[in-house]
């Protein structure tokens, strides 16, 4: 079992460079590659990045590519997304979640692969 809780959102204006964070606890955290999702009103969860389980790959969703920046610290059960130049269209409900899956396996993007999910934490873009 794996328990994640997110932090970081309110209110940004656009162009905005805010950080989230999710921090987990119960189970060993370097046995999960982590990932970002988010979910704006009336529309389907959707893919931001994932991370592997040592940190040494990544994936972006093209919407957020270079702009956003995953990461995580192992030692702190931590995982971050960095957002710079937010835009609007950025507004929305964001999710950490955890895959279990091999060392070596590169992050998924699929959220019905992950395992664990955090409540979510609302990031709103004002223009």
């Known amino acids: 079992q794996v328990e994640l809780v997110e932090s970081g959102g309110g209110l940004v204006q656009a162009g905005g460079s805010p950080r989230v964070s999710c921090a987990a606890s119960g189970r060993a955290f370097s046995d999960y590659a982590m990932g970002w999702f988010r979910q704006a009103p009336g529309k389907e969860r959707e893919f931001a990045a994932a991370?592997?389980?040592?940190?040494?790959?990544?994936s972006y969703a093209d919407s957020v590519k270079g702009r956003f920046t995953i990461s995580r610290d192992n030692a702190k059960n931590t995982v971050y997304l960095q957002m710079n130049g937010l835009k609007p269209e950025d507004t929305a409900v964001y999710y950490c979640?955890?895959?279990?899956?091999?060392?070596?396996?590169?992050?998924?993007?699929?959220?019905?692969?992950?395992?664990?999910w955090g409540q979510g934490t609302q990031v709103t873009v004002s223009s």
């Open positions: 991370i592997s389980r040592s940190g040494s790959r990544t």
């Open positions: 979640a955890a895959d279990r899956i091999g060392v070596t396996t590169t992050p998924r993007r699929d959220p019905h692969e992950y395992d664990y």
